[in-house]
């Protein structure tokens, strides 16, 4: 595709819902990285993945978080029992090779989560 | 760990005057710097990074910056702004590890331009 595209675009959950979002980075791209937005913050990293090998997950808030990305394209994040603290834009970002240092990162549109 | 520091949270400035938007950062040794931009509803869009070359890094949309060691400095600036100019930026960091890792981002300015 033209960018990384994400999918649901919104997505409103009752507290205790399990969610599951998706990403689909750009044809090719070697990274695949997850941050969550919160309300009025910038962007906090939460996890990372060279093909389908997930580097690092220092970032995932809790156990209730989990990511995949099996085939070493489209990712999803996964969030257990929903609660209202991770209400956030979730932001899914793809770059060329595995030195992410030296390739921008190109990010997708987000996917806006409210928990009620 | 690695840090950067935005001063101001919302920043106006009248359209043809200058934007001056300001990073810091918190290391030792200099690591790559980044800004990128977010409007409403959209994703992140790089406008400029520092990787070591050149301390005046020239971007996007008539955007530069400037990288000051002295100062741990990188601050963004254009000479003339545009109404279009109106969004959130964000200064960003990834140490100079010399591997893939991931950007610390600054809780962001907010840009308001008006007539």
């Known amino acids: 595709g033209a960018g990384v595209s994400q999918s649901p675009r919104y997505k409103v959950a009752k507290r205790g819902q399990d969610v599951a979002l998706r990403c689909d980075p750009i044809s090719g791209h070697v990274s695949l990285f997850w941050y969550q937005q919160a309300l009025g913050q910038g962007p906090e990293f939460l996890t990372y993945f060279q093909n389908e090998a997930q580097l690092d997950k220092s970032g995932l808030p809790s156990d209730r978080f989990f990511a995949e990305r099996p085939e070493g394209s489209v990712s999803t994040l996964k969030i257990q029992r929903t609660q209202q603290e991770d209400s956030a834009v979730y932001l899914c970002?793809?770059?060329?090779?595995?030195?992410?240092?030296?390739?921008?990162?190109?990010f997708g549109p987000g996917t806006r989560l409210t928990v009620l | 760990a690695q840090s950067v520091t935005q001063l101001g949270s919302h920043v106006s400035v009248s359209e043809g005057a200058l934007v001056l938007l300001r990073c810091n950062y918190s290391s030792s040794v200099p690591p790559y710097l980044f800004w990128y931009v977010q409007y409403p509803n959209q994703g992140l869009q790089l406008l400029l990074k520092y990787t070591s070359a050149a301390t005046l890094v020239k971007g996007i949309n008539g955007f530069e910056a400037e990288f000051k060691k002295s100062e741990t400095s990188f601050h963004l600036t254009k000479p003339s702004a545009h109404m279009s100019d109106a969004a959130e930026y964000f200064c960003a960091v990834i140490p100079y590890t010399g591997t893939a890792s991931k950007l610390t981002f600054g809780t962001g300015t907010r840009l308001q331009v008006t007539l």
């Open positions: 970002a793809s770059s060329l090779t595995g030195r992410a240092t030296y390739n921008e990162q190109f």
